[in-house]
């Protein structure tokens, strides 16, 4: 068996040729085969070889599946075997139209892979009745492309991410071949119609080749498509322009033969192999000319080979043929003999001995072992996946010589061993960001690596940390960082991707997409676990001062909760140490969405690095520092945090109280993994009852300051004893220009207002500490009021650092120093 | 005042000739005036006329904004107001690359818009201060652009959606120029690149024209535009492959004068007006060739006149001068130094007096009243906003002669009604699809309309219910759909979004900024109310069959709960006629974002038009039919529900318990209006304790099915009385094959479960009932198993009716039936 991971052998070229006849029916019957057992799958419950008259109870009672679009990815798929035989070239295949989950099926059972993956369904008479059976049938498999399918890292589904999942499965193969089928209704969507610019990113020398296929055939579920409704000058232009070479191949519409239609592709096929083959040859000669990739637009009709009118209607070539054209197939004898007469013209005798059995000519056409496309192990990423070489990150801590006696940005530490990850992992880890790496701090990384870029270059003066191969990749576009960055990671490699806080939304529906890919593999034996997909959302919404409301939404957290409970994991690590110790932990973890949420601005270091693996270890914790408890007594209140802004305000209302009410016994507890607050039995991360009493007591009020919306602390804790006791102050929606301090004020959440929640929720203190809750309004007051004037925060606050550090002078650096530095560092604050 | 609105004047040519030396010298004035101003809010808390020397406390201590954009948008605005005041061409300008914030404000301002608007921003030296000092300062504006500014209705803020908006604006405004600045770096974002394809979409003679500029200033935060870093070539073919006619326009890399440029920009400018004044009188005379639309490639150094090299680094054309490119202005006499030069540079004496009042000539080149673009109404359309005219939609009630005594699909009901919406408003109403408008059952409305498409048209065999010009618009993207319909809306008009639920998380980050601007505009007293933005969410989560797991997934509406309570509005129609009422008041509704989600499947309808209207317009009832309550007694349970097939579970449970446990005293409540459920100090909607008690009982079970997610419900009622005895069931996430009554089964909210969960919280029930608990055990196996052998659900399921209409015979149709026909007529389930 050849196995394409030992000895690639990519890249051939071979003399542009018409195919010998042998080859040419084996294609030929590949495609009537796929297309049969496409047919078979949609409509029918039993008698799959046709074997005896087809009666109304062969045919499903509901008929739910996807014809239009499965003749042209069972011919492509056809060709590409051929293609891929003769020059051993390791290739997966993207189906965008995803819809075309039958053609995949049936292309993965021809080429023998199904029967070896799913033994149950054998290759004979009786497995392909139980095939057909289970297509979009209860408790069977779904009618898209699914992570059932072998051979797929692309979910049928939501549209638009084929070529971003082809290019994130490039980077880094260098001898892969990926084949990327973009439907033309998916060529309407947002983030499909960005990511044709990939191109400009590739490098042709270190990674893979994308083929962009555009599978032109006319229609979606009720209209024409916009790409097939221009002039085919108008079309290459754009493809042009999009910075490809098109070769156009349109076939199908009028009475050529298929013979000729399948060695007309051929040759096209093997000329846009050759074209790769040249490039590769070039580039790996040092050409650094942008090379314009080739690509294929392939116009064939809608249900292709299907019945072209049924009823009447105009079906094959039309918007008819996009589901199920027959839907009503088991209604009259009529409509039985049109779907008979339509599975006979595959000419099934020629396809299946008597037994079932595939004939050995198709199965020929396949090629060996792993280069089966539905059997690369590039579509099955966990296989390939190997562990990170971590360096050790406590060597990267930041000094702490006592609770808030320094200061940094975290991120900017965590850059520092990104660095280093980057250094001892050169080729399977990568960094994806909007344009925002260095604002988010990690700049870092810069003295390892370079962002990667295959446009032109202006020269030193402008074109800062930019090369044609690098571990950082950058593109305005949030769709496309998310897609490629799970391209990367399906096809067994590592990754992360920063960005900000409120525009992390715009991926939303991609992240509901690949959790619910990793839910399902979890269930399937053969697909083995990947690594997990880690964000950092560095600039968050609490800072983001004067840029506009529209920068401010901590709903994302609340979005990737509704998740399943085994895929998600929420982190809001207080400082730079604990940063450090959550993202180690989160580059080592698989089948997970990780979210870390840590903000970029300089603050103060509360934890040294012991302390910080300790507290990231519990996930939640009792800051006995911060606090004022007396041994052997409950806590008067329970002051909890998670986040960074949120913490910091919690310890200076902390301050205020033991300065000024220091009989009052305080408990501080800051949370890191936001999942510890949720029931042990609903989250695997989750607290016991027992344990969450032990942090948070059972009857002592708590005043929580949190970094999102308030209502997930609810919901988390919501069984919890002390939840009756529980008053969350969390990020609310308004839309002001503020200061950072303003903001906290603005939600409640600054330490006066805390001091005030405490007051009012401890009983004994709502009417002896009078006079401290009036003093701690006037000073909300004075604070406003400063910034109205002065255009930053009052000193009181801007200056504020935790009182240990201030007994002895003040802390390192010092939040205001670091601020201005870092601001002229990086052209200021977020974008 | 010349009215834009009486008398359209638009679409005339001019000779194309070089500019007279005085209109070039005020062009050149506004510009320098306006950048003069921009940096001014930059940098400036004082001394706005320079009047003496430049002190570091002139300066603002935190400096937050962005310059890089701002010159070039200033440019092309002074351009824009020669050329308007000229034509008498109505106008807006949409700013893309939002963070020029700066340059809007300086524009409105040197227009005197601002002033009339914010009358505290006097045209003077003081409030030359005022509007320095409130930018992008603590109870100030914003740095983006944002509802504040006059004459926008686009956001700075997340990238991507200019041409979008702009398109949006042009639908059914004839006269209206949008002239649509493009940055480069938004050009990269996936919906702005699938935007330029809406020039396919808009009809040269009923809408207006949108005018695309892209400023290819060539930076983004911190790297190169992809688009800035092809071949001209290659930028040119791309235009030309989106279907437009490009004019490329450099300046600012070499050392030509500043009126030898805005000699050659004018012309430019002449002539792309001319060539859209001969495409507008062609298409007036009948020519139906799609036009090429000219757009203009603006590409200009990124912040053009600002310091070439600060501490010796290039900064204007760079990414360095992407936002405050002076940083430490303050910090030494240097820096000080270099902005003082920088503001000098511009000449103030020659563009103010000395009392800081604008010089004639500049304020000669705005245009005349509305005509200038800050104040055209098109750009506040709740100015222009007129209500619809609203056919009775009691006239299109189904008929119900008993509760589930008919069967409907709700939303071909409501096409009913819409398609006289669209009859009586031919030029203000539109509705807008991803191409799901027929697949989610609104085909009635194409006996009034078609959907308007201005590509290729290949017959009357293919392409149905398509025109030049109709009143609903498909294009596969619902970045799009949301986009245009933001666009229309914001201008004054009117219309609905419909959409799978679960893609419509697609525009999470959309719908936020809309929701956002609402909140925004609220409070800011010149902004008139607009038309809601109502969404139509009909193949929603329940009803995905066999799709797959990615069809499934209904937490936008968490999503739009995170918003502000005054902007939304949830409802969950569960008939046919409830849905009709409640879009009738959706579409009367003024600034909410209302999300609809009704399924598109045959359902019972329960509720006669009377009924339907009354318990709509309470949003939350008993249905005293339904329940087996004894007057003057409490319930024994509450069942409630929300959500069509919540309320059909809940309805057959309710079924089962009084034929079987006739003793038991069951109150049904059915919610449409899911805020009802909030404290009324929470959102507007929201019932006192006092009516929650009433309806759901304070020491009662409830037992609650719900669409969603069940953690919104315990989130809505948490303060309730009642809210230690809710149990909700609702959905849960699980990838599956399944039928509908599986997917019920799936997520515990099937009849036989409720049932379950009644006897489980009903104390005498739990022992006197274990038989009837077990057969509800034993039925759901049942069914289940069922399922698996069959496809399709069990009769007991299927066929099931309630009880009061099988006593007197079937229901009219019944629900098999009409699921068939509905199949047939439309190709199937969802896409």
């Known amino acids: 068996m050849t196995s394409v991971l030992d000895s690639p052998a990519g890249w051939r070229t071979r003399e542009v040729a018409p195919l010998d006849d042998e080859t040419l029916e084996r294609v030929d019957k590949w495609w009537r085969a796929a297309n049969y057992l496409s047919v078979g799958q949609i409509y029918l419950l039993d008698n799959p070889l046709l074997a005896e008259p087809l009666h109304r109870d062969h045919v499903k009672p509901r008929l739910l599946g996807h014809w239009g679009t499965t003749p042209g990815l069972n011919f492509l798929y056809a060709h590409l075997n051929r293609a891929i035989a003769e020059r051993e070239q390791s290739t997966i295949y993207i189906t965008g139209p995803g819809h075309g989950g039958p053609g995949l099926v049936a292309s993965a059972y021809l080429d023998g892979t199904y029967s070896e993956v799913y033994s149950d369904i054998t290759e004979d008479a009786e497995g392909l009745r139980r095939l057909f059976r289970q297509f979009s049938f209860p408790g069977g498999i779904p009618s898209h492309v699914a992570p059932e399918t072998p ?235 190997k562990d990170l070489r971590l360096p050790d990150f406590r060597e990267y801590a930041v000094d702490v010589p006592r609770p808030g006696g320094s200061f940094a940005e975290a991120p900017r530490i965590l850059g520092q061993w990104l660095a280093d990850v980057i250094r001892l992992n050169p080729d399977n880890f990568r960094i994806f960001g909007p344009d925002e790496t260095a604002s988010n701090r990690l700049q870092a990384v810069f003295e390892a690596t370079d962002k990667q870029w295959n446009a032109e270059f202006e020269g030193p003066e402008v074109d800062e940390h930019m090369a044609r191969a690098g571990r950082v990749l950058e593109m305005l576009s949030e769709h496309q960082m998310q897609g490629w960055l799970e391209g990367y990671l399906l096809t067994g490699r590592h990754g992360l991707f920063n960005c900000y806080e409120a525009f992390i939304h715009i991926v939303d529906s991609m992240v509901n997409q690949h959790a619910k890919w990793l839910k399902v593999t979890a269930d399937i034996p053969w697909r083995r676990p990947i690594a997990s997909l880690n964000y950092l959302l560095s600039s968050h919404v609490w800072r983001q001062d004067h840029n506009g409301f529209s920068h401010q939404d901590p709903g994302f957290i609340d979005h990737v909760v509704n998740k399943k409970a085994e895929i998600v994991r929420v982190y809001l690590p207080p400082d730079a140490n604990t940063l450090l110790s959550t993202y180690d932990h989160c580059l080592r973890s698989r089948d997970y969405v990780n979210v870390v949420v840590s903000g970029k601005q300089p603050a103060p270091n509360f934890l040294t690095m012991e302390q910080a693996i300790a507290h990231c270890t519990r996930g939640v914790g009792i800051w006995d520092w911060a606090g004022t408890e007396v041994e052997g007594q409950q806590p008067d209140v329970v002051l909890a945090c998670a986040g960074d802004v949120p913490t910091l305000e919690v310890l200076a209302a902390a301050h205020i109280l033991r300065e000024r009410v220091p009989v009052l016994k305080v408990r501080v507890v800051n949370v890191v993994d936001l999942m510890r607050l949720q029931d042990a039995r609903e989250h695997p991360h989750g607290l016991s009852d027992r344990e969450f009493d032990n942090l948070f007591t059972a009857d002592r009020p708590i005043v929580f300051a949190y970094h999102g919306y308030p209502w997930l602390i609810h919901r988390l804790t919501y069984r919890r004893n002390g939840h009756d ?17 303003d903001m906290a004020m603005l939600n409640d959440i600054d330490r006066y207002k805390l001091v005030i929640d405490v007051i009012d929720h401890v009983h004994w203190m709502r009417s002896g500490q009078a006079n401290l809750r009036q003093e701690m309004v006037d000073a909300r007051l004075r604070a406003r009021a400063y910034t109205r004037d002065h255009g930053e925060d009052i000193p009181e606050v801007r200056d504020w650092v935790w009182p240990d550090a201030g007994e002895t002078g003040t802390a390192e650096g010092g939040p205001q120093q670091d601020q201005v530095s870092a601001t002229a560092a990086t052209g200021g604050d977020n974008e």
Chains 1, 2 share one sequence.
Do not use: C
Not at 371 to 379: I, K
Not at 725 to 741: A, C, D, I, M
């Open 151 to 385: 051979g797929s890292i692309h979910e049928g589904g939501e549209l638009g991410y084929a070529l971003s999942h082809a290019y994130g499965a490039a980077f880094d193969n260098p001898d892969l071949l990926v084949a990327a089928v973009v439907g033309d209704g998916e060529a309407e969507t947002g983030p499909l119609a960005t990511s044709w610019h990939s191109n400009k990113f590739v490098n042709p020398v270190q990674d893979g080749v994308v083929l962009p296929i555009l599978h032109l055939n006319g229609y979606k579920i009720a209209n024409p498509t916009v790409l097939a409704r221009i002039d085919e000058d108008e079309l290459s232009a754009l493809m042009v322009g999009y910075g490809h070479k098109p070769h156009l191949f349109t076939a199908g519409f009028d009475d050529e033969d298929a013979h000729s239609i399948h060695r007309r592709f051929a040759l096209v096929l093997d000329e846009v192999l050759n074209e790769i083959a040249e490039i590769k040859d070039r580039a790996a000669r040092g050409d650094e000319t942008r090379p314009m990739w080739p690509m294929i637009v392939f116009r064939t009709p809608k249900g292709w080979t299907g019945p072209d009118y049924i009823d009447g209607k105009k079906t094959t070539g039309s918007w008819r043929a996009h589901q199920v054209p027959l839907a009503s197939a088991r209604d009259t004898p009529e409509h039985l003999q049109v779907l008979r007469e339509w599975l006979e013209s595959y000419g099934p005798e020629e396809l299946f001995d008597a037994d079932g059995r595939v004939s050995a000519d198709i199965r020929a056409l396949a090629p060996a072992g792993h280069l089966r496309m539905s059997d690369n192990p590039h579509a099955n990423g966990g296989l390939l996946l």
């Open 725 to 741: 006791n529980l008053h969350v102050r969390g990020y609310k929606e308004e839309g002001t220009t503020t200061t950072p301090f």
